[in-house]
């Protein structure tokens, strides 16, 4: 996304290379456009460090050096220290929720979200205003709600993420059909959030954006929408136009790359497209396997550079991983139990098992696995891993998980301690994640709300979201409908991961 105004332009999450072991692709391809001039503006923001938002070989290559960069307020500074690597010297280090004015009159406020489930710890949204006109990109950031922004007055343009970006349930070994009812679920629940902050914004126009990518490798091709598949979590902007319209939306304007929109203080946009939108869409099948064969060769180049037999990978995680689980409470507490990897001799879960390792949070140790029963299993290709180590790699999701190139098993509940763990291999990271949770868990929820003869703590006990707003209520069930999670409130329990259980009453 570009933003031009007279007062200068800014060039937002410059993505074009593909990202996690050459998983995901832009979709639709926009390697095509003029990227020397896109690249000559005078603002970089870049939301967070994601690779699909975070293109370190595109930025290098194309984005002018002296741009200033917007920077979201994150408790570490690896996005400031990758972007100065890449040769970026002026930086705008902004304040969360507060409006900083630049040449011009252009007026930017960035929102970091940094929780450690957000991004790999931070993502953000950005609000811009010039000449009376107001954009909020708020990409795939997820706040709790966008009051923030509406206190800054009307907005014209909310462009914002509706698809899938994760590996859930795809990756997970259960039967199809319960594949196909937990990915319903899940696109489902995807829709509902995105309506949900476009009537919390209200702006003129809606522009689907930041999703779904595209999956070029054969062995990934499936989690393309192309099937008719009700469980693909990757719907793409035209389903998002009919979901929309079916919800009584009529302001959603898809955008293509080199598509343009012009907005006016009045609330007009007009758009021109490279091609028509409905007919790009009818060609998709063919627009993917044209891409699926000229992008072919850099997959290849990529797979020949994963391998590193001379690795001895458990020796490496042992070193790299048993530090971290001596200095973490709350995360190996919250997982609570061993963890096991199989590691295959292919590029991904399939083909033969070479070794299986454990990593035991209780005995805070890395070790063979011994034939016990774990809660979490992954299967992997052992190259991925060893490509992991040889780069230094301190966040898993950001790299391996995201690749999709696995496939997980668990006993019982989705536990996010899991995942946050294995983003935070880093030192630093890992300090900051114990320290939030621990600032979390001690956070003495004293506000309530009430659902009809229920009193609840007002504020959802996974990431805080208001309940009074999010909060539905069926039966004895309360769902907060941010992430979807639910809570059986007669006994409090949380019904969706292990842990954050809800303090609720019935009133007699
Ligand atoms: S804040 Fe995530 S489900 Fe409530």
């Given amino acids: 996304m570009r933003i031009d105004t007279a007062a200068g332009s800014i060039l937002c999450d410059p993505w074009v290379n593909p990202a996690y072991f050459a998983s995901w692709f832009p979709f639709p391809d926009n390697s095509r456009l003029d990227w020397e001039t896109l690249g000559n503006v005078d603002y970089l923001y870049v939301s967070h460090l994601h690779r699909d938002h975070f293109d370190a070989e595109h930025l290098k290559r194309f984005i002018n050096k002296k741009a200033t960069v917007l920077l979201p307020e994150y408790p570490t500074s690896q996005l400031e220290d990758e972007l100065r690597e890449l040769g970026f010297t002026s930086f705008l280090r902004t304040k969360s929720d507060e409006v900083h004015e630049l040449d011009g009159g252009l007026k930017i406020m960035i929102q970091a979200l940094i929780s450690p489930t957000d991004g790999p710890i931070g993502d953000s949204s950005l609000w811009v205003e010039h000449d009376g006109i107001r954009v909020l990109n708020q990409n795939d950031a997820r706040p709790t709600d966008l009051s923030r922004f509406n206190e800054l007055g009307h907005v014209h343009a909310h462009m914002l993420q509706f698809s899938g970006a994760i590996w859930y349930p795809m990756v997970y ?40 990518p595209c999956f070029l490798d054969d062995e990934l091709w499936q989690f393309n929408d192309i099937f008719g598949d009700e469980g693909n979590i990757f719907p793409d902007q035209a389903v998002f136009l009919e979901e929309y319209a079916k919800v009584g939306g009529t302001n959603g304007i898809v955008l293509l790359p080199g598509s343009v929109t012009s907005l006016t203080a009045a609330g007009e946009a007009e758009t021109t497209h490279p091609v028509p939108v409905d007919e790009f869409f009818a060609n998709k099948q063919a627009h993917l396997e044209e891409m699926r064969e000229r992008k072919a060769p850099i997959i290849a180049a990529e797979k020949a550079s994963w391998r590193h037999p001379e690795i001895d990978v458990l020796g490496e995680l042992k070193k790299r991983i048993e530090p971290l689980l001596e200095e973490s409470i709350y995360m190996a507490q919250g997982v609570g139990g061993p963890v096991r990897f199989d590691f295959t001799d292919s590029f991904g879960p399939t083909g033969e098992i070479l070794e299986s390792i454990v990593v035991d949070f209780p005995g805070k140790q890395v070790r063979p696995y011994a034939g016990e029963k774990v809660r979490y299993r992954f299967k992997t290709g052992r190259a991925l891993v060893e490509h992991l180590i040889h780069i230094d790699e301190g966040d898993w999701v950001n790299s391996l998980f995201l ?93 969706t991961s292990v842990g954050h259980k809800i303090r609720a009453s019935k009133t007699e």
């Fill in 173 to 212: 070994e259960l039967p199809d059909a319960a594949k196909t009812a937990f990915g319903k679920q899940k696109r489902d629940r995807q829709f509902d959030r995105t309506w949900r902050y476009i009537d919390d914004l209200k702006a003129d126009h809606v522009f689907p954006i930041a999703g779904p």
């Fill in 403 to 495: 690749s999709c190139r696995f496939s997980a098993a668990r006993i019982g509940q989705y536990n996010e301690f899991v995942y946050a763990f294995f983003k935070c291999l880093s030192e630093e990271r890992l300090q900051y994640a114990e320290g939030w949770y621990d600032e979390h868990e001690k956070a003495v929820e004293a506000e309530d709300t009430q659902f009809g003869d229920w009193t609840v703590q007002r504020r959802c006990p996974h990431l805080k979201a208001d309940l009074s707003r999010f909060g539905v209520v069926d039966g004895n069930v309360l769902t907060c409908q941010l992430h979807g999670w639910k809570f059986d409130l007669p006994s409090g329990r949380c019904l």
